[in-house]
């Protein structure tokens, strides 16, 4: 399964940086096999589509609005990126749920917006620090995914991306162990399985939550770690850089 190192940026960097930051990555050879994603915020989608003309490089948002167009002051829908030649979209992340009240009802609902505009869903789930200590982290996941996931068929699934983001690892420097993440990623295999064997061997399964060039290595040797999807490291074109060359060596 090909690997993928995406990079959400959050509400980081202005025009010019995204620019700067673009041109960077176009100067990189890519390794054979791994799929290269940034997330910029809306404002600078369109301009990274265009300097990065045919190149492999993906280009994702960070959210949409699942209804095709109406009275939705402030939202973007899929029709609105797949216009402007987006390929991916981050849904669900947990900053997203806990800020802005996201259920997985609504992001079931982003996730077939955004197949039926051919962009492709990277779907976030994770469980919070009192649910791991709890030991409660399993079902919280694996409701996650069956909520978001219902209303959604087999063909759908195989072409959407999950990220497993422990919220308690996300910019706070602590980082799942590779133990930690791979029994996750293994259960959400399994899970993706229950929909079909072609479900569980299309979806790559990426890890999120302070990964960085220290910790990638023993994260993406797991067998079911597919990348990652990272936050503050992405930020710098030469961590993101390195680990992109650590994704192609596992
Ligand atoms: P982080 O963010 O790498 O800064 O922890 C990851 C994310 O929120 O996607």
């Known amino acids: 399964m090909r690997k993928i190192v995406a990079g959400n940026w959050k509400m980081h960097k202005d ?19 791994v799929e290269v994603i940034i997330a910029p915020p809306f404002p600078f989608l369109a301009a990274a589509v265009e300097q990065l003309g045919g190149s492999a490089i993906v280009v994702a948002a960070q959210n949409c609005h699942q209804k095709v167009q109406g009275a939705f002051t402030g939202e973007v829908s899929a029709a609105m990126l797949k216009s402007i030649g987006v390929k991916a979209c981050i849904v669900g992340h947990s900053e997203r749920r806990q800020y802005f009240g996201e259920t997985d009802t609504a992001v079931g609902e982003k996730i077939s917006a955004l197949l039926e505009n051919d962009i492709t869903p990277i779907y976030c789930c994770g469980e919070l620090k ?12 694996t409701a996650q995914l069956n909520a978001a996931f219902a209303a959604l068929s087999a063909e759908q699934l195989k072409r959407i991306v999950v990220a497993y983001e422990p919220v308690w690892a996300i910019g706070t420097g602590l980082t799942a162990s590779a133990e930690q993440a791979q029994e ?22 990426l890890y999120g939550g302070s990964c960085k060039p220290d910790n990638a290595a023993e994260l993406f040797a797991n067998p079911d770690v597919n990348g990652g999807l990272i936050g503050g490291a992405a930020l710098d074109g030469k961590q993101f850089a390195e680990l992109i060359r650590i994704a192609g060596a596992h």
């Open 184 to 205: 996750m990623h293994a259960h959400i295999r399994s899970l993706l399985a229950s929909y079909g064997e072609a479900v569980a061997s299309s979806v790559p399964v």
């Open 130 to 141: 009192d649910e791991r200590v709890a030991g409660r982290h399993f079902e919280v996941v």
């Open 15 to 33: 025009r010019e940086g995204t620019k700067a930051f673009v041109a960077g990555l176009m100067e990189l050879s890519v390794p054979e096999g």
